[in-house]
């Protein structure tokens, strides 16, 4: 196994790890973060500004290294600056799906082996999404 595969799982399953003991992967949490006008839970803004520190760390380690990774890729930082129909419309169902479903990609993964069959649903929404992405005609 090379250190890029290595490094990769590990980091996911901190993230996992991280996601489980925050309970971002429990759908109700989430939800209760976007209840503003209800019983709001502020859970999701604690681990959002707790993430902040360790990942301007990161960022600042990567700068000094030239921006390689540990195993000495390139680091590719954005740099499209453009706003359009395309961005905001996927912005907006991103938006709905996680407000619907109290779920965002990451914490989707991290629960399939707990959370039973919701999770593998919008998984399989998931996966269905990214496909017929790649299947729409890219503009210009």
């Known amino acids: 196994m090379?250190?890029?595969v290595l490094i990769a799982g590990l980091s996911g399953l901190l993230?996992?790890?991280g996601l489980a003991v925050s309970e971002m992967v429990n759908p109700a949490r989430v939800l209760g973060f976007l209840d503003l006008l209800g019983h709001w839970d502020?859970?999701?803004a604690f681990v959002m500004a707790g993430a902040l520190g360790p990942m301007a760390l990161a960022w600042l380690i990567a700068r000094r290294r030239g921006d390689r990774t540990l195993?000495?890729?390139k680091i590719h930082r954005p740099t499209a600056k453009h706003i359009d129909v395309r961005l905001v419309?996927?912005?907006v169902l991103f938006g709905i799906g996680w407000g619907?479903?109290?779920l965002c990609p990451?914490?989707?993964v991290a629960s399939l082996g707990i959370a039973g069959s919701p999770a593998w649903i919008f998984f399989a929404a998931l996966i269905a999404g990214?496909?017929?992405h790649r299947l729409l005609p890219r503009p210009g």
Do not use: D, W
């Open 2 to 4: 090379n250190g890029q």
């Open 15 to 17: 993230f996992g790890i």
């Open 42 to 44: 502020p859970t999701l």
């Open 71 to 73: 195993t000495g890729g």
């Open 89 to 91: 419309a996927g912005a």
């Open 100 to 102: 619907l479903v109290g």
């Open 106 to 108: 990451g914490p989707a």
């Open 130 to 132: 990214m496909a017929l």
